[in-house]
């Protein structure tokens, strides 16, 4: 036969969470919410440089592309480049 099994209470003090004031709990949802724009913004970021390389790579590409978008992609390199440079100036003036 198995020994029955019960709960025990912890009792310990120092562990006991302490209790976050609606101040402090804006504080820290701000902070983070902050924190996760960040990464969002670098996401898109990130984003932005794939295409702008694989842009690069079919305007490169030759005649296996047809003209019309091989001109588009070398139209998005420029632009991808732009928008990053941009929005990294956004993001240093503001976060």
Do not use: F, W
């Not at 209470?9 to 996760?36: F, Y």
């Not at 990130?46 to 295409?51: D, E, F, G, T, V």
């Not at 592309?65 to 956004?90: H, K, N, S, W």
């Amino acid at each position: 036969m198995s020994p029955s099994l019960s709960v025990v209470a912890d009792n310990d003090l120092k562990t006991t969470p302490k209790t976050e004031t609606v101040a402090e709990r804006v504080r820290r949802l701000q902070a983070e919410a902050k924190q996760l724009a960040k990464d969002h913004i670098r996401s898109l970021s990130a984003a932005l440089l794939n295409a702008e390389q694989i842009a690069l790579e079919i305007s490169e590409g030759g005649e296996a592309y047809p003209p019309g978008v091989r001109d588009l992609a070398r139209r998005m390199v420029e632009d991808c480049e732009m928008r990053v440079q941009t929005l990294e100036a956004i993001v240093s003036r503001t976060l």
